[in-house]
């Protein structure tokens, strides 16, 4: 079963626009991952936010953390074209246990 | 490091044949994924393994599926025989402990 389900399933905005994607999960987490995808390539590991932590950035990404609403948000900044891909978010349910995915966001930057 | 491996990148068969997806994971990994990806159902964990060991094979389809690990460096996944259905890409997988998992390109399946 899922335990990540990003919101939108799919996103389109202007180049220098700002774009937002948002996950839900279901049960308690250690972390929680996003994953970047392009077209017919594997999935490549973007950021790491704790359980603790609320906020994160790296780059022109910020991820936030809210866990009494089982949620995160993933903002990317500026975006560039190069950023249209699939996003997904991912959790391990449990301890070492392996990620579950969402089906993730599908973001097209247009120039 | 070169990252995960995965042979071939594409393969087309006819139903009833047998398929050997292969993986060769980031060196000094010790945990090994197999994934598969369809429009439907997006990602899912079929098998994944620790040490070589295979810990959580709940996510295989069917006996048609089975998945090896000899050693540390390399990892196969058969589907004996292969149905329409299993098209879909397949992707291996390998993290160290904790650590972000590191994705191969992919292995594009197409079954006529």
């Known amino acids: 079963s899922q335990q990540g389900e990003e919101d939108p399933q799919a996103l389109s905005i202007q180049e220098g626009e700002n774009a937002t994607m948002n996950c839900s999960y279901k049960?308690?987490?250690?972390?929680l991952q996003w994953y970047r995808q392009n077209s017919g390539r594997g999935l490549v590991h973007l950021i790491l936010?704790?359980?603790?932590?609320r906020e994160k950035h790296s780059g022109r990404l910020r991820v936030t953390l809210d866990t009494s609403k089982k949620s995160s948000s993933l903002l990317i900044t500026a975006s560039r074209a190069a950023d249209t891909a699939s996003y997904f978010c991912?959790?391990?349910?449990?301890?070492?246990?392996?990620?579950?995915f969402g089906k993730g966001t599908r973001l097209s930057v247009i120039a | 490091d070169a990252g995960v491996i995965q042979s071939p990148r594409h393969e087309v068969t006819e139903m009833g044949q047998e398929v050997t997806l292969r993986c060769k994971p980031i060196?000094?990994?010790?945990?090994l994924f197999w994934y598969r990806q369809t429009m439907m159902r997006g990602l899912e964990l079929l098998i994944y393994f620790n040490n070589n060991v295979p810990i959580d094979d709940s996510g295989m389809p069917e006996d048609r599926f089975s998945a090896k690990m000899p050693n540390a460096s390399f990892s196969t996944l058969k589907i004996q025989p292969s149905e329409p259905r299993d098209s879909a890409v397949y992707f291996c997988?390998?993290?160290?402990?904790?650590?972000?998992?590191?994705f191969g390109p992919g292995t594009r399946l197409t079954v006529t």
């Open positions: 997988a390998s993290r160290l402990g904790q650590g972000a998992k590191y």
């Open positions: 060196s000094g990994h010790d945990y």
């Open positions: 936010i704790r359980s603790n932590e």
């Open positions: 049960t308690s987490i250690n972390n």
């Open positions: 991912a959790t391990p349910p449990s301890g070492n246990t392996p990620l579950v």
